[in-house]
């Protein structure tokens, strides 16, 4: 059974820092693209940030810089540090993992950005 598990959401004030972890089990995790996604209330799911089983980094325009996406492939876990946080990054953020035909979602975790 596949699994991918968030943690590391929670409140934090504009210009704070979090640090999101995803754990994978179930799947050969080395092998998988690996992402982090959001969805704010009312809003389309986008990828925040995106890692490549070389390790290859994306991001969205609107974090780079400030976020950083890296993974731990002894550990099947990828993390999301998120930096100088603005309240437009809240929303939840999910785990995302794809290889070939293979495409997983973790239950999401929630960030919220407020003074």
């Known amino acids: 059974q596949v699994q991918l598990v968030e943690s590391g959401g929670g409140l934090v004030q504009p210009g704070g820092s979090l640090r999101l972890s995803c754990t994978a089990s179930g799947i050969i995790f080395s092998k998988y693209y690996m992402g982090w996604y959001r969805q704010a209330p009312g809003k389309r799911r986008e990828l925040v940030a995106g890692?490549?089983?070389?390790?290859?980094?994306n991001y969205v325009d609107s974090v780079k810089g400030r976020f950083t996406i890296s993974r731990d492939n002894a550990e099947n876990t990828v993390y999301l540090q998120m930096n100088s946080l603005k309240p437009e990054d809240a929303a939840v953020y999910y785990c995302?993992?794809?290889?070939?035909?293979?495409?997983?979602w973790g239950q999401g975790t929630q960030v919220t950005v407020s003074a």
């Open positions: 995302n993992g794809r290889y070939d035909i293979w495409n997983y």
């Open positions: 890692l490549t089983s070389d390790g290859v980094p």
